[in-house]
């Protein structure tokens, strides 16, 4: 491990953001993202997507599913999740493997499918296994705005994969990340950006 306030080098590919990790930093000010992780799904230079993995909202699944009418066949206690500030009316799911179909969904990492239809919500919430997630709104980024937030530091990359997506659970996945890159989250102090 680093000393408390070392600097961690990264070097940003931009080409291989997604899919991916976002991770952020305490440099970054937008409190919607304080200690947020976001799977970033679609990444060019028009722009970002991605979807933050750590922020529940109040709305739970059943609740969701019966105003669209469909029915949720999963735990009352189910949540959707807030995947970022960005159109939150919007829903998206992502899912394992074994809940995919052969529908609109799309693989975006390995393991894990993306799909924003209603016909892919009406198929899984009859039967939701352990890997599926909801989500409202979305995290996006303009034509080479994330790139310059990774340069002032505020973001760090990390790889994504089912078991952070689907299995940690939501109020330490943060530190679970960092912890997985070899960072212990005390360390981290802000600095003016990593280079």
């Not at 034509?143 to 997506?165: F, M, R």
Request: aromatic share 8%; with cysteine; proline share 6%.
């Amino acid at each position: 491990m680093a000393p408390r306030g070392a600097c961690y080098v990264a070097t940003v590919d931009v080409r291989s953001l997604a899919p991916g990790l976002l991770v952020a930093l305490p440099q970054l000010l937008d409190p919607n993202f304080k200690r947020t992780v976001v799977l970033l799904i679609h990444h060019d230079e028009s722009g970002t997507f991605g979807l933050v993995l750590n922020r529940p909202s109040e709305i739970s699944s059943e609740s969701l599913c019966s105003t669209l009418g469909i029915d949720w066949g999963g735990a009352r206690a189910d949540r959707v999740d807030w995947g970022g500030p960005v159109q939150p009316n919007t829903g998206w799911v992502l899912l394992g493997a074994e809940g995919a179909g052969d529908d609109e969904a799309s693989e975006v990492a390995a393991g894990v499918y993306f799909a924003g239809s209603l016909a892919t919500l009406r198929r899984v919430a009859e039967s939701p296994g352990d890997e599926l997630r909801l989500f409202l709104g979305y995290a996006g980024w303009g034509p080479g705005q994330l790139e310059s937030e990774l340069a002032q530091g505020a973001w760090l990359l990390a790889p994504a994969n089912t078991d952070v997506i689907f299995h940690v659970e939501r109020e330490i996945l943060w530190e679970h990340v960092l912890r997985r890159l070899g960072i212990d989250p005390v360390t981290l102090v802000a600095t003016p950006g990593i280079h």
